[in-house]
């Protein structure tokens, strides 16, 4: 890992993110500037207090999660470590497409905080367990909401094979876990077939593209020569299975506190809407009918479909998706007038204030280059173990 090239890289993905904010607010500002003062001017501060505390709980309720699931293996792991992992890998999943970089920098925070990083792996799966859970039950809930014709918000249409989508792929993601823990034999063997399928096409390939200069490592890599990253998934099942059977044993209490606090943190997010709705001064009863419930849970089911189409987004930041996405299922009770602050609002409290807080952790590790000696060493232990 080179740090000056991962610095750079981390600000060019910041700074586009950022620029195709400022330039969908700079479009809609200088259409709809006198909608965005005569809104601002009734603008209520304690409330938007209010979201901005209940938007910071999500990272608070993530490292907590991961606190409690990390003791199990590792007494001495702090809240504050865990705390900080998270904002960290909330800082990386909105700067990097589909959050691919999330849980890589939060295993170095954590390595950086004392952690074995067997633990952590443990630890960090039985999170996305925890994740995966939370989004197969809220899609099977929508799915059955819009079946029975009981959730109708402008878009919802739109997004519906999105959520059949997710919680085909949520659900597939789960049974490996399971399969991990109560059967690994039938996981190994399915990750056989697979590998022996994806490596016809795709060791040709790589030795194609090693011809190129450019893509020189993909044919030199040790870890990716034939048969070396199928030995390594199939020693990972083992150490899953061993590692699950530890919180089977005494660690139950936590993993159901930790999906808990999955809800929590979710929840948590999804209700700085229905907050900013009252720092604007607007109605939290909508318009129209949308869902079955108290107004507020109303909101907290339209921000569940709405994250669905952000976890997913190709883009960093969900820049685009998020912004029209939000327009489109909060119309209910955004007026027209107040789509412009309602945005602005939305997209500061609920996507970049914690986005903010996890970006000084990460350049204040990258400055003292932790995470690049930390790194090294987490994988030098890796390859010992896997050695001996």
């Not at 989004?135 to 029975?148: E, K």
């Not at 027209?336 to 350049?363: K, S």
Request: with cysteine.
């Amino acid at each position: 890992m080179n740090r000056a090239t991962l610095i750079r890289g981390i600000q060019l993905i910041v700074a586009l993110t950022l620029a195709t904010f400022a330039f969908l607010l700079w479009r809609a500002v200088t259409l709809k500037q006198a909608d965005l003062s005569s809104a601002l001017s009734t603008l209520n501060p304690l409330w938007l207090l209010v979201a901005a505390a209940f938007a910071l709980q999500e990272g608070v309720c993530g490292g907590t999660r991961m606190f409690v699931l990390g003791r199990v293996l590792c007494p001495r792991l702090t809240w504050r470590t865990a705390v900080s992992s998270e904002f960290v890998l909330m800082f990386v999943a909105g700067v990097t497409p589909g959050q691919l970089g999330a849980p890589i920098a939060q295993v170095a925070t954590l390595v950086e905080g004392g952690m074995p990083f067997e633990a952590i792996a443990t630890a960090e799966l039985l999170t996305a367990f925890c994740t995966l859970l939370f989004f197969l039950l809220s899609g099977a809930a929508l799915m059955v909401l819009r079946s029975q014709g009981l959730l109708v918000v402008p878009g919802a249409a739109g997004l519906d094979w999105l959520v059949g989508f997710s919680s085909v792929v949520f659900g597939a993601a789960l049974l490996a876990l399971i399969l991990c823990v109560v059967h690994p034999p039938l996981l190994k063997w399915i990750l056989r077939v697979g590998g022996n399928a994806l490596a016809m096409p795709w060791h040709p390939l790589r030795r194609g593209l090693g011809l190129v200069p450019w893509f020189k490592v993909l044919r030199e890599s040790p870890t990716l020569q034939p048969g070396i990253l199928g030995e390594r998934l199939l020693r990972a099942v083992d150490r899953v299975h061993e590692g699950f059977a530890v919180y089977l044993q005494r660690g139950r209490w936590a993993v159901l506190q930790a999906f808990g606090l999955t809800v929590a943190f979710f929840w948590a997010r999804f209700s700085v809407a229905f907050f900013i709705l009252k720092g604007l001064g607007l109605s939290t009863i909508p318009h129209t009918y949308v869902a079955p419930g108290p107004p507020f849970a109303q909101i907290i089911t339209v921000q569940t479909l709405l994250n669905f189409a952000l976890y997913l987004s190709p883009t960093p930041g969900a820049s685009g998706i998020a912004e029209a996405g939000s327009n489109t299922l909060m119309s209910p009770w955004v007026p027209t007038a107040y789509e412009l602050p309602y945005l602005v609002l939305w997209r500061i409290l609920a996507l970049f204030l914690c986005m903010f807080v996890g970006g000084a952790y990460v350049f204040r590790y990258l400055g003292t280059d932790v995470l690049e000696r930390r790194a090294r060493e987490a994988e030098a232990a890796q390859r010992a173990l896997e050695g001996g």
